[in-house]
């Protein structure tokens, strides 16, 4: 039925012209019919969904009964089967979606729209009107855009969809992007965050709020806003880059045409269901990622074309292409070093096959050049271009291929003498001059290369600096390490541990699909193809997918940037399974088939949506979910209030918001630009005792107000790793890392305790009512310093006993909950604390409704989690700002170490209290304790403040 060959003979007659020739037959009227009444139901007529699913129910009885009566006149076609199929797939995901609300019936009504498409380009493609990998591709890059632009719309009944951006950092991109608008120009220099050193701007990367600027400007006659644009212009590219990685694959392996359009339809439809890719490429997150990734694409792709082409027009068109990654992504580094490892093992592969060894090389060089010119873009307003020095990474990347490819071409034409070039064009008669001349020209490089190797690196040095780079993907730097995108995708994994090699595997399966799988086993395969068949996209492949495998095991933050090699390589699947036998030579095309397909298999018996579940499915919209500004947004339009000269303390995470939304100063942001502010903050919140001292810091920076929100509580242990480490030892020294410590987080866990009243007895004869409610807490450090959980005992509804868990060892190195002990009698060797952040007669009033009102229970952290105060802790500022406002009644309960005291000079603001009254009321501006606020009162004098001031103990997160 569907042939990889796809001779199909199409008419010469206009698109339109055929379509109207077939649309009396009546499957085609069918699948229109279908399709129509999908869109125009999901669009005005959502309510009435399982009316229109019953509809389409019936189209599908009458697609298979057209089918019969073709059957019956000896007019078959396999291929029409399918149609039937997809109307009742559809219909029954709009029966499933009418029965739904919220995100569920969003998806459902997605799918419904994802089968609606392919019923339509495959019903083009069985009555000949497109042929099969035309008819594909369009549906692909149409369900790309669909899935890739959904979290940017709003859906019912969840108020706050289709409002915000996803995460933190796209907020960067669209305060400038509005900028660019307002102004006409990129910013110079910061200007709402490090207020005492704003960072420079003349060399930065802003090419993608030009365009989201720019696409504004266009489209502003049409009602589109500058944030508009930045919420769909991701899902937008990400589309573009599905198109374009099928075009990438396809010219990548034209030497095994046709099997290559298998492949490149493979990595389309896996690219536009990845996780992994839709962590940057979806609507809603309009940071530099989603264009970047389009620009190394669309760069490798014209490269492949100049290559195969022999084009040099092409080159300077992928030049063009390499400067725009320059201006617009850091990626570029690694588009480099992807095309610099391609060249030397293509080189070494041609030497392997007695080929020219250099020919790539012009090729290779023309772009590399053409993308140093970003100095010509990238220079200070007045200012003149400035050319430096490449970094070495990217020294070694152009030289070395260079070198190697020349030396090895020199070695074959000495062993087995000169190629013969033929053809006129100035291609050709490079190629020939570099043949007729290859020793001058390879001593001309050995010159240089010598030249390079003492004044810049020599081959050992060269060696450690690689070296030093590939174990580099684990981060060292010390604010990066408390950044949870540098951290290690695959923990403990272990090269050599074989037991390390599952737990990988599952992880990289949760992020790339089942495209991690088949990748994996697809690298014999293509180094197979590589060597024997001197397969150009093999290469080119191995050497983009391999070092993002590594990196991304060691780095998750390199899930985006490895998404598409991994892809790729995984689509090369496609050559296998379309091949025939005898084009395998050697090969043994059934049992490798086998083994690529058993995986596949057993991924569709643990449950889910065949074909779209293993490798990703639905979990594609879910990566343009907004997060914690949905909590924040009160809080940020109350500070975009305040004063204009109004300067916000708080941990880092928080400047983009701030700046983007409130438009007032923070005095740091996501960028971390200056590292020892960053410190100053840490120390603020989490290692300072001192309110004077608090106080110098935040007049240091002018600051007004400090804003404190629940993450904190969590995230804790990275500002106080921060706050004790040294900056600015070595990265050799044991000391310059500070210490692995955090508040403690106890959640109220309902099937721990018993909320229903029990009698027990009294030891006097008489019974008492007791409730226990349990508190589960996690570790945040040495466990010996911690507790797994809080116990409460309440007897007669009056009296409160509070009890914890210790934390011990087992034999096997595993930990378990010790013997309950009281309070009191944990507090005598530790001096720790338990406090919340609102009162513990409402924590616990709020527990026991869980069970007797369950309407009334607010099922919020703030109202359902304790914190734990390890005894350092204790005297830190944020436990005394963030957890401070109820500590007398903690104290009361004897679980607040009296060492901690209220601050004099930190004044909390109306409307932060977050009771539900005001919640309720809509005079509660921190969602209900999420935030807080704090305005600074400065003393005439602060380093005159009295001694009952510079003996007090705080403490912080």
């Known amino acids: 039925m569907f042939k990889v060959t796809d001779n199909q003979k199409i008419g010469g007659k206009g698109f339109g012209e055929k379509i109207l020739q077939h649309i009396e037959e009546p499957l085609m009227a069918l699948s229109l019919a279908t399709f129509f009444v999908v869109i125009i139901g999901v ?18 009885v009458l697609s298979v009964y057209f089918i019969y009566l073709s059957f019956k006149e000896n007019k078959k076609n396999y291929g029409f089967a399918i149609i039937p199929l997809l109307i009742s797939a559809t219909a029954l995901s709009l029966w499933t979606a009418s029965k739904l609300s919220g995100f569920a019936l969003r998806d459902y009504i997605v799918i419904a729209l994802i089968f609606s498409i392919f019923l339509l380009s495959v019903t083009l493609y069985t009555h000949r009107l497109l042929k099969l990998r035309v008819a594909l591709i369009s549906a692909i890059f149409l369900c790309t855009l669909l899935l890739h632009l959904a979290p940017a719309g709003s859906v019912e009944g969840v108020t706050w969809s289709g409002r915000y951006l996803s995460a933190l950092d796209p907020y960067y991109y669209y305060r400038h992007a509005d900028y660019i608008v307002e102004t006409g120009h990129v910013p110079d220099h910061e200007t709402l965050v490090y207020p005492t050193d704003p960072p420079d701007f003349s060399n930065s990367r802003f090419m993608v709020s030009v365009l989201m600027g720019a696409m504004s400007s266009i489209l502003v006659s049409f009602g589109f806003t500058v944030y508009d644009v930045a919420m769909i212009y991701p899902g937008v590219f990400a589309a573009f880059s599905v198109l374009l990685i099928y075009l990438l694959v396809r010219d990548l392996f034209a030497d095994m045409e046709p099997y290559n359009y298998a492949a490149a339809i493979l990595a389309a439809f896996m690219l536009m269901l990845n996780p992994a890719f839709a962590i940057k490429a979806i609507a809603t997150n309009c940071e530099d990622d989603a264009l970047g990734m389009f620009l190394i694409i669309s760069s490798f792709l014209l490269f492949t074309l100049s290559f195969r082409r022999k084009s040099y027009l092409f080159s300077l068109l992928s030049g063009f292409s390499f400067l725009m990654l320059n201006l617009s992504w850091n990626g570029y580094v690694y588009a480099i070093t992807v095309f610099g490892v391609f060249a030397v093992f293509y080189a070494f592969i041609s030497f392997l096959n007695n080929r020219n060894c250099t020919e790539h090389i012009p090729f290779f060089i023309i772009p590399v050049l053409i993308s140093f010119l970003y100095p010509l873009i990238l220079h200070p307003r007045g200012g003149l271009p400035v050319f430096t020095l490449p970094g070495k990474l990217l020294l070694i990347s152009i030289s070395a291929p260079i070198a190697v490819s020349f030396i090895l071409e020199l070695v074959r034409s000495l062993r087995s003498g000169k190629l013969k070039v033929d053809g006129s064009r100035i291609e050709d008669r490079v190629e020939c001059f570099i043949q007729d001349n290859i020793r001058t020209v390879s001593a001309v490089v050995i010159v240089f290369g010598l030249f390079f190797s003492l004044a810049v690196m020599g081959p050992s040095d060269m060696i450690d600096f690689i070296l030093s780079n590939i174990q580099g993907a684990k981060v060292s730097e010390i604010i990066g390490m408390t950044t949870a995108e540098q951290a290690a995708l695959c923990r403990g994994f272990n090269i050599f541990d ?6 990988c595997l599952n992880t990289l399966m949760a992020s790339f699909g089942i495209a991690s799988i088949i990748g994996l086993f697809m690298i014999p395969t293509l180094l197979y193809f590589a060597v024997k068949k001197h397969s150009m996209g093999s290469v080119f492949v191995l050497a983009w997918s391999l070092p993002m495998i590594w990196g991304v095991i060691n780095k998750s933050q390199y899930q985006f940037t490895a998404s598409v090699p991994l892809v790729v390589l995984a689509a090369s699947f496609g050559l296998v399974i379309t091949m025939k036998k ?19 298999f057993f991924y569709f018996l643990q449950g889910g949506m065949p074909l779209f579940e293993p490798f990703g499915g639905m979990a594609v919209m879910y990566r343009g979910m907004p997060g914690d500004i949905v909590y924040w947004d009160p809080t940020l339009s109350w500070i975009g209030t305040q004063p204009e000269d109004s300067v916000i303390l708080t941990w880092w995470d928080y400047g983009h918001w701030i700046s983007a939304i409130s438009q007032r100063t923070s005095i740091a942001d996501n960028t971390k630009a200056r590292r020892f502010v960053v410190q100053d903050l840490a120390k603020f919140h989490v290692l300072i005792e001192n309110e004077s001292e608090a106080l110098d810091i935040a007049e240091k920076y002018g600051a007004t107000h400090v804003v404190i929100d629940y993450t904190m509580i969590g995230k804790s242990g990275a500002p106080h790793f921060i706050a004790t480490s040294n900056l600015t030892a070595p990265y050799d020294d044991p000391s310059r890392e500070g210490e692995h410590m955090g508040y403690g987080q106890c959640k ?23 409730r226990t409610i349990v508190f589960s807490c996690n570790i945040a450090g040495d466990y010996r310093e911690y507790i797994g959980s809080i116990i409460f005992e309440i007897i007669n509804d009056l009296d409160i006993e509070v009890k914890v868990n210790p934390l011990i060892k087992r034999a096997d190195g595993s930990l378990a909950l010790g013997r309950a002990i009281s309070w009191e009698s944990w507090t005598q060797e530790h001096k720790a604390s338990i406090l919340g952040i609102h009162s513990p007669m409402m924590l616990l009033s709020n527990a026991v409704a869980y069970k007797e009102n369950k309407g009334n229970y607010i099922n919020f952290p703030t109202y359902n989690t304790l914190v734990y105060v390890p005894e350092k802790f204790n005297k830190y500022m944020m436990t005394s700002l963030y957890l401070g406002d109820f500590m007398d009644e903690y104290k009361q309960l004897g679980l607040c170490d009296p060492m901690v005291q209220k601050l004099e000079n930190f004044e909390l603001m109306d409307g932060f209290r977050g009771t539900p009254n005001e919640f309720n009321s809509g005079t509660d501006v921190s969602y209900l304790g999420y935030v807080r606020a704090y305005k600074i009162n400065y003393p005439s004098n602060v380093s005159g403040v009295d001694s009952v001031n510079s003996t007090a103990f705080f403490s912080g997160d």
């Not at 074989?498 to 737990?503: H, I, K, N, T």
């Open 582 to 600: 005898k084009d395998f030579e050697g090969l043994r095309v059934i049992p490798l088939t086998l083994l690529l397909a058993t995986p596949i």
């Open 43 to 60: 669009s005005f007529a959502s309510s009435y969904l399982n009316y229109i699913a019953i509809i389409l129910a019936l189209l599908g």
């Open 748 to 770: 109220f866990s309902p099937s721990n305790s018993k909320l229903s009243v029990e009698y027990v007895s009294d030891g006097q004869g008489g019974f008492n009512k007791k």
């Open 498 to 503: 074989a037991g390390s090699y599952s737990p």
